[in-house]
């Protein structure tokens, strides 16, 4: 099979690696993805000083093993890094100290649906040329 990188928001990436978790010997585990991005602008006595544009994503693991836990993480999503990431989070929590605490929460206690929305997502992204002149605006 080909090493192909997936996005984090791949509808398939998070179920599959907890599975993959599952298969290596852990009893229960929970996967979680980000990705993120962001533009700053700075200016200076009214003249552009720095343009900066950061992206980056992210992949985590945590799995359980009895009252054993481990947490790994990852910003390569490609096949060979899940491979290792699941690898390496079940070893890690074979040789962890027993926690009285560790676990997921039993199915009784998480929240059901509906959710309410909280309208808290803003999808605007302003450019460059807007951050600049809203810095400017700012400074003078």
């Not at 298969?23 to 980000?34: K, L, N, W």
């Not at 980056?56 to 481990?70: E, H, K, M, W």
Request: net charge negative.
């Amino acid at each position: 099979m080909p090493d192909r990188t997936a996005s984090a928001a791949s509808p398939d990436i998070l179920p599959d690696l907890v599975a993959a978790a599952l298969r290596a010997g852990a009893d229960a585990a929970e996967a979680v993805s980000a990705e993120r991005a962001s533009l700053s602008v700075g200016v200076r006595n009214g003249a552009l000083e720095e343009v900066e544009r950061e992206e980056s994503r992210d992949l985590g693991l945590r799995v359980f093993i009895g009252r054993r836990q481990a947490t790994v993480s990852a910003s390569d999503l490609s096949d060979a890094t899940r491979a290792r990431l699941v690898e390496r989070a079940v070893a890690m929590a074979r040789l962890a100290p027993e926690d009285p605490y560790a676990g997921l929460a039993p199915q009784d206690r998480l929240a059901r649906g509906p959710f309410a929305d909280l309208d808290l997502y803003d999808p605007s992204e302003r450019s460059a040329a807007e951050l600049e002149a809203m810095a400017a605006e700012t400074e003078a």
